[in-house]
């Protein structure tokens, strides 16, 4: 299953901004719960923020009131709004179905990502 597609990262100054899509495609989104993933260099990939498929939303305590996760099903995409980025937010940015196991979450289907590097 790998009918998601990452894009809108790049090189951002801290203090800038950035927007990231996750754009879907066949029966992937429509009514599931969808989640932001990140792998820093030299760390293991972590939870970012989730989007159920009713809209409630999730944060990691690392980006909660920087990132903001928004989808638009009509358009069957998931976005990742970053505001003031800093040089730790510097990783690979996953998209992928999200699953709560008790006060976690969890992804998989992983694609390539889009990297996203924080620059002072």
């Known amino acids: 299953q790998r009918q998601l597609r990452e894009s809108g990262g790049g090189l951002v100054q801290t203090g800038g901004s950035l927007r990231l899509s996750c754009e879907a495609s066949g029966r992937t989104f429509i009514r599931s719960d969808m989640g932001w993933f990140r792998r820093a260099p030299g760390k293991e990939r972590e939870f970012s923020a989730a989007?159920?498929?009713?809209?409630?939303?999730y944060y990691a305590d690392s980006v909660k009131g920087r990132f903001t996760i928004d989808r638009d099903n009509a358009k069957k995409t998931v976005y990742l709004q970053m505001d003031n980025p800093r040089p730790e937010d510097t990783a690979v940015y996953y998209c992928?179905?999200?699953?709560?196991?008790?006060?976690?979450?969890?992804?998989?289907?992983w694609g390539q990502g889009t990297q996203v590097t924080v620059s002072s």
């Open positions: 992928a179905p999200a699953y709560r196991h008790g006060s976690g979450w969890f992804g998989n289907s």
């Open positions: 989007i159920r498929w009713t809209g409630e939303k």
